[in-house]
């Protein structure tokens, strides 16, 4: 029996998918790089005409921004202005996302509460909280505390908490000249911890007898604390180590910074290239690769190149310093490093014992200071001193609406997960005898937490980039020194492209983070 | 089957449950020592709270009469006053289409007694208990009190009189919002607010005009609304109601499907001509309408039949896909070229009617010539009045501000956004890497960085990256960076909602021998967005609250207005330093249109039953 076999027609090119797709992305690819292209350079040459040329010499020239509160209120540089900035977003980021999940784990499981009128005022919260835009709230809190009585003549002394319209000023504790070196022996503390509470595990594992890990933890972290409060100043002898690499940090030739960089972008590329082709072989040898992964493939390969590159061409990219010498970046990256080093150094002297700020701060990790009321200047206006921690309006306008702004969602997350976990738990700890509190704690949070932790994420998220909105009420977070930059320089570009460069890497820091937890919580499945 | 299903017969009937408010109170308030504890404790933040809110709004220094003086210019900032009827007529036109969509859709069910009587009596509680701690006079005290218990003896009587039916759901809820309506509209004729005054002579003005020439001292006076409010107001009431009224009686029988259409069309044309025609009143150059705008309708409405007929004869296949792409590259290609906007929008309209109608035609190409008139008639039309100047006489750069211009960004940036979004959404799920690509890289910038720094890159960086010669006016700009901003998070919602829809879906209409543009338009996409009616709800609400966003950038919108404007006010009044009572106003204004829309959310939520499987 013969079998016909049609001639096979070449499908004709308009009709062939493949081409047709490639087609329409290289063309869409091209009109976006076009787009870009266009834009830019119409930029460049508006720029030209407006005599302000787009470059990066402000980062390292006196931009004159006056800053109101942070590290350092007058910034030499515009790099340091910038630096300021972050910190101050960081600030609110960090004790905002700490509080708002105590406050929002709280307010969630009142609302699931069985006591009525617990839940109807966590309702209230909630319902109230959310649906008012954010910046209404914080210029609420603004005009509120603005209000409070000002500072007088009278009010002059040291106290434990005082409230103005200057702001909030209470006792706390700062980091003092032994911190770090203290916490070498705090660190050394947790490890140690670790690993004696992973043998009383095994010990429990072993035997049967509770083996109270954490307490044992505890209790070696507490010795090592001690401990080291006394002992620090013996770990003076890093000095001269830290010393000496800082030096030879510094003899390294420039050129040893693009090549690092070039090796290890190119390295890490011919990497996952590799994994990739690993990964889709079979036993018969290579898998079938599709459009998809061959595109993957070029694209990492070709971005490995590109970013060699570019290590070579951002390395030798010179710029004035502050002292008026011009620099190439790779020598001012060989610097930043060496000044750590000296930094390090410098923290672990134990000369620092011997360190007196303003008769205030002496020797030793930690200190407790007391806020104070001061005449100051020559028209004997009443300020808060140095001592103590003074919040200022700004900052507690940002702090308080974002904090309460994202505990009522996460409030609403926390519900959302607490009943998600299936009712027989609670049955079954109920029947076992566990009273609310403990079966809340011990059974339905730690599951709960598996299915609350992925918006929880996304929640933290918002938070971070709310604490802008600080430049409605004047908080000099980074996206206000930004501003600032931009009005006495007219470099919004470069501004921009750091305000995007800060928030994308927080962004990716805190996924990273949330995802990394998210993964060692998941239940392991077959 | 059903023998296992009866329930055995009783001999006695099971005793009911005990009753009461005291058992109540065991059961929810003290059922163990801790929770009683907790209770004592909520009760004392309770009535601190209840007292230092009454003590704040009733305090006689507080200057509510910012909000009240002020409402024009909270709600439509400098609008000329001979032009209000534009503004009330927007209003009318909006709740006219409220009502008959309420009635046609059958919206609203009904209620317990039960619950209605709880409200009631939960809201003379609430009445008689501010009367109690509120910082009033023994009269007015001792009114509230008496007031607060009508409710409750009211509320009281309702259960006790509907008997055994008061967990019937009997009482039909438009009717009470009905009766809402109406006592609303009789408060605000006999309602007094606080206006401010100054005395001269030993009179009392109020009126700005005068009082802003004379010094004098200033003092509040309970005056009623004016006319020039409550008469549109009452007018536009009593036509909500008989709209919904005659309606609800008009479609009493059948589905009214034609209706429904017209309706969803109305709603549609109702944003675009209120808002361009009505609000803005653009300066209708008829000359050039003659010699532009018509030749350039009739020019494509005839190119645009003889071009659809052709791509949608069955057979022409692939010829028709070749020559769509033809015209959408002549299409952008207009752009090299200097011509009136008019053209280059009605070229790239017929060129992505022409690609799309061999995959939508179908038998007939009737339809399809039809909707491109009336597209080709919409373009021109709103091209037409847009290119012109506004007539409406204001300081400022647009036409309106406060209130209005929160609402129309928000609009625009939803409607607008949501195009984009759903494109964004099938870039990043589709299979074509370099789409795919662009569009994650899209979508993760935009979310990766807050809002106001887009705000700030559209305000600052905007103009050096344009031509030379073209501007775009602040509120385009707010518009613009709110879109593209908010196109990121819708398309995320999207996503969410392709990613459901099980693959057995797109393997069927792959089988039908459906096109992939095909399976996108009709299997998967309505799927998608039905699951995600909620999350897009949400972000609805979200965008609301983030136009206040724009007061940073310094546009009038209405927390500019609040924040900004009245507390900076000292002529012909001076309000100066009010801005807690102006914050708080505007506070309660976003709160009621956000919580109506997240009720929305919830209902919509329980409706589609997503979220329950």
């Known amino acids: 029996m013969t079998v016909q076999v049609r001639e096979t027609q070449k499908t004709p090119l308009w009709r062939n998918a493949t081409v047709l797709k490639w087609t329409a992305q290289l063309v869409v690819l091209v009109a976006v790089i076009a787009l870009f292209v266009t834009l830019g350079s119409r930029a460049a040459s508006n ?65 699931l509460s069985k006591n009525w009128i617990v839940n109807k005022l966590a309702t209230v919260y909630i319902e109230t909280i959310r649906n008012i835009p954010l910046l209404v709230q914080i210029f ?21 908490f005082k409230v103005s319209n200057k702001g909030f000023a209470f006792a706390w504790i700062f980091t003092d000249g032994g911190f770090w070196p203290w916490m070498v022996f705090v660190a050394a503390g947790f490890l140690v911890g670790r690993y004696v509470s ?63 960089f070039a090796a290890l972008a190119i390295v890490l590329s011919a990497l996952w290239i590799r994994n990739f082709f690993e990964s889709r072989r079979t036993p018969a040898g290579f898998g079938k690769m599709t459009d998809d992964d061959w595109f993957r493939i070029i694209f990492i390969g070709l971005s490995g190149l590109v970013l060699a590159f570019l290590a070579f061409r951002i390395s030798a990219y010179e710029i004035e310093t502050v002292a008026g010498d011009i620099k190439s970046v790779a020598e001012l990256l060989i610097l930043t490093i060496g ?30 200071e007391r806020p104070e009321v001061l005449l100051q200047g020559a028209a004997k206006i009443p300020q808060y001193g140095p001592t103590g921690m003074v919040v200022t309006i700004p900052f507690f306008a940002i702090w308080t609406g974002v904090t309460l702004y994202t505990a009522a969602f996460i409030a609403e997350i926390v519900r959302g997960g607490i009943l998600a976990v299936p009712k027989g738990q609670t ?100 | 089957m059903t023998d296992a299903m009866t329930a055995p017969e009783l001999e006695f009937a099971p005793e009911p449950p005990p009753k009461g408010p005291r058992i109540w109170m065991r059961d929810n308030l003290f059922s163990t020592p801790a929770s009683g504890v907790m209770t004592v404790v909520a009760l004392v933040i309770v009535v601190l709270a209840a007292k230092g809110l009454l003590d704040f709004v009733f305090n006689p220094a507080r200057r509510w009469d910012a909000d009240t003086y002020n409402m024009k210019l909270l709600m439509v900032q400098a609008y000329p006053q001979d032009a209000m009827w534009r503004v009330w007529l927007t209003v009318g036109v909006i709740v006219f289409l409220l009502a008959a969509s309420l009635a046609v859709w059958r919206i609203g069910g009904m209620a317990e007694p039960r619950k209605v009587a709880t409200i009631l ?46 967990k019937e759901p009997i009482i039909p809820i438009m009717g009470v919002i009905g009766i809402l309506i109406v006592v609303l509209i009789a408060v605000i004729w006999v309602i007094k607010v606080p206006v401010p005054a100054k005395i001269i002579d030993g009179e009392v003005i109020t009126d700005g005009a005068i009082a802003g020439q004379v010094q004098g001292e200033q003092i509040k006076v ?43 069309g109305l709603w549609l044309l109702a944003f675009p001509v209120l808002l361009l025609l009505v609000l803005r ?111 409406v006489d204001v300081p400022g750069a647009f036409f309106l501000g406060g209130l209005s211009l929160t609402i129309v960004l928000a609009f625009t940036a939803i409607v607008l956004s949501f195009p984009l979004g759903v494109v964004l959404a099938l870039g990043r799920t589709s299979t074509m890497p370099i789409f795919r690509l662009l569009c994650t890289a899209y979508i993760e910038l935009v979310r990766g960085v807050p809002l106001i720094t887009w705000l700030l890159v559209a305000f600052l960086m905007l103009p050096i990256a344009l031509p030379s010669g073209v501007e775009i006016g602040g509120v385009m700009r707010a518009v613009g960076a709110m879109t593209f901003f908010s196109a990121a998070y819708l398309a995320e919602n999207v996503r969410g909602g392709l990613q459901s829809i099980p693959g057995g879906q797109r393997e069927a209409s792959k089988a039908l021998g459906m096109s992939t543009l095909q399976m996108t338009v009709f299997i998967t996409l309505p799927q998608a967005l039905r699951a995600v009616i909620p999350a897009l709800v949400g972000q609805v609400i979200a965008i609301f609250k983030d136009t206040s966003l724009v007061t940073i950038v310094g546009l009038f919108d209405f927390l500019h207005i609040a924040r900004q404007v009245i507390p900076a006010q000292s002529q012909p009044f001076s309000f100066l330093g009010s801005i807690k009572e102006t914050l708080i106003f505007a506070a309660v204004v976003y709160w009621m249109f956000t919580f109506t829309f997240s009720r929305i959310s919830l209902r919509l939520e329980k409706k589609l039953g997503v979220g329950e499987r």
């Open chain 1, 339 to 368: 000044n750590f080093f000296r930094w390090l150094a410098h923290s672990f002297s134990t000369d620092n014992a011997n360190t007196v700020i303003e008769g205030i701060r002496s020797g030793g990790p930690l200190v407790f």
């Open chain 2, 281 to 391: 009143d653009p300066y209708l150059d008829w000359e050039k309408a003659v010699q532009v705008y018509l030749p350039a309708f009739l020019f494509f409405a005839v190119l645009g039949a003889v071009v659809l007929w052709f791509v949608s004869k069955p057979g022409v296949g692939e010829v028709a896909r070749v020559l769509g792409a033809f015209l959408l590259i002549g299409a952008f290609a207009t752009i090299l070229f200097p011509m009136p906007w008019v053209i280059r929008f009605l070229a790239i309209a017929l060129a992505v009617f022409a690609l799309a109608a061999p995959s939508f035609g179908g038998e007939g190409a009737k339809g399809i010539i039809g909707g491109w008139i009336i597209t080709d008639l919409l373009i021109t039309f709103f091209v037409f009045i847009v290119a012109t100047e506004s007539l």
């Open chain 2, 222 to 264: 309970l005056r009623p609304i004016a006319t020039s409010t409550t008469s549109p107001w009452t007018i536009i009431a009593a036509l909500g109601l008989l709209t919904y009224i005659g309606f609800r009686v008009a479609t009493r029988k059948g589905a009214h499907h034609r209706l429904k259409r017209a309706l969803t």
């Open chain 1, 198 to 260: 992973k043998r009383r595990k095994r010990y429990q594992e072993e035997t049967g007898n509770l083996g109270h890990g954490g307490r044992y933890m505890a209790a070696v972290i507490v010795v090592f604390a001690v401990v080291g409060w006394f002992a620090w100043p013996i770990l003076g002898f890093m000095q001269p180590v830290f010393d000496a690499i800082a030096k030879a940090v510094d003899n390294l030739p420039p050129i040893v910074v693009p090549i690092v």
């Open chain 1, 47 to 111: 720029f030209e005409q407006s005599d302000v040329s787009f470059g990066w010499e402000w980062l390292s020239n006196p931009t004159g921004v006056q800053i109101f509160e942070g590290i350092d209120t007058s910034p030499d540089s515009g790099a340091r202005a910038l630096m300021v900035g972050i910190v101050n977003t960081l600030r609110v980021a960090i004790s905002g996302i700490l509080v708002a999940t105590l406050l929002g784990t709280l307010i969630g499981i009142a609302k």
């Open chain 1, 140 to 160: 609420f809190w603004s005009a509120l505390a603005v209000s409070l009585p000002s500072l007088v003549a009278a009010d002059v002394g040291v106290y434990w």
């Open chain 1, 427 to 526: 049955e079954a700890s109920m029947a076992l005898g566990f009273k609310r509190g403990r079966y809340l704690r011990e059974v339905i949070l730690p599951q709960a937490f598996r299915i609350i932790l992925p918006p929880l994420g996304n929640q933290y998220l918002n938070l971070f980039k709310n604490t802008s909105l600080g430049l409605a009420v004047a908080y000099a977070d980074i996206v206000a020194v930004g501003t600032t930059i931009i009005n006495q320089t007219g470099q919004s570009l470069p501004v921009v492209i750091v305000w995007m460069a800060f928030f994308l890497t927080g962004s990716l820091l805190i996924s990273a983070v949330v995802n990394r937890y998210n993964r060692k919580l998941q239940l392991v499945e077959r």
């Open chain 2, 121 to 166: 009596m939960a809201f003379g509680g609430a009445v008689a208990f501010s009367g109690v701690i509120g910082p009033f006079s023994t009269p007015v005290q001792a009114s509230l009190v008496v007031v607060g218990g009508i409710f409750i003896v009211g509320g009281w009587a309702l259960k006790r009189f509907t008997g055994d039916n008061a």
